[in-house]
Structure formats: C-alpha cells, structure tokens
C-alpha cells in the first residue's frame, strides 16, 4: 500500500481536527478524511490505537 502521510503526519491531522471540533469518530473520519483512515490503519493496528497515540 502507498502511504501518502507519515505516521507522525496522521498524528499531527488527528489532533488537529480534535482541536478544531470536528469529530474523531472512526465512522466521520473514514467518510469525510479516507486518506487520513488508511493511513492510519497502516500504522496503527486500530483507529482507537492511533487515537490513544495522539493522546485523545
């Protein structure tokens, strides 16, 4: 797979969308910013994982 964002990129775009208000839900994430969910989930076994990771 071709990742298009580096594994400390998906962090900095997860907690920048938690602190501009927008939803970090797995299911509004993978609709509104797929890219940013594969990527994601090439790092991290899960969403939650990557979550935790970005500390939210």
Known sequence: MDTTLGA??????????Q???SSVNKKQV?????ELMRNALF????WEHAL???EI
């Open 43 to 46: 790092y991290f076994p899960s």
């Open 30 to 34: 993978k609709q509104n910013n797929p």
């Open 8 to 17: 400390d990129e998906v962090l900095q775009l997860i907690r920048k969308l």
């Open 52 to 54: 935790k990771n970005a």
């Open 19 to 21: 602190s501009s208000g």
